[in-house]
């Protein structure tokens, strides 16, 4: 199985940046694509952004032009860089990974936090 670890979140005041670093360990050769996906209190999950292993990108349009994700394969870690951050921007932050449907996927990090003050 593959287990994720996340890491970078914080508070930031609005405008500032933050970077998230996922670390996947276990069978990672098994993971097709990474992303991240965001859930602030009283709403649903919802995709932030994806990567895939041909590195094709796709991003929710409301962070388009402000976050960007990357991932270093001899690392095993995926990573978003967040900028020009906004109060809505503030959620629980959950590293994904996604796999054969043979497999146990999808698979999911603790969450971290990212508050963005006004």
């Known amino acids: 199985q593959v287990q994720l670890v996340e890491s970078g979140g914080g508070l930031v005041q609005a405008g500032g940046s933050l970077k998230l670093s996922c670390t996947a360990s276990?069978?990672?050769?098994?993971?097709?694509?990474m992303g991240w996906y965001r859930q602030a209190p009283g709403k649903r999950r919802e995709l932030v952004a994806i990567?895939?292993?041909?590195?094709?990108?796709n991003y929710a349009d409301s962070v388009k032009g402000r976050f960007s994700i990357a991932r270093d394969n001899a690392k095993n870690t995926v990573y978003l860089q967040m900028n020009s951050l906004k109060p809505s921007d503030t959620a629980l932050y959950y590293c994904?990974?996604?796999?054969?449907?043979?497999?146990?996927?999808?698979?999911w990090g603790q969450g971290t936090q990212v508050t963005v003050s006004s």
């Open positions: 994904n990974a996604d796999g054969p449907v043979s497999l146990p996927f999808p698979r």
């Open positions: 276990g069978s990672v050769f098994t993971i097709n694509a």
């Open positions: 990567i895939d292993i041909g590195d094709s990108t």
